[in-house]
């Protein structure tokens, strides 16, 4: 699964991709988790 870091780095927010369309939002627990936070529309 390739990830991304989101601007502004420090918040430490990253997403992946669903597919084409949706991607989710989501961080990393300190129980070395991922929480997720939102899914949202991707649009390039």
């Known amino acids: 699964m390739h990830t ?6 420090e918040r430490a927010i990253y997403s992946f991709r669903l597919d084409k369309k949706y991607r989710a939002l989501f961080i990393y627990t ?8 939102a899914f949202t529309n991707h649009y390039r």
């Open 4 to 9: 991304e870091l989101l601007e502004p780095r």
């Open 30 to 37: 300190a129980q070395k988790e991922i929480e997720i936070i």
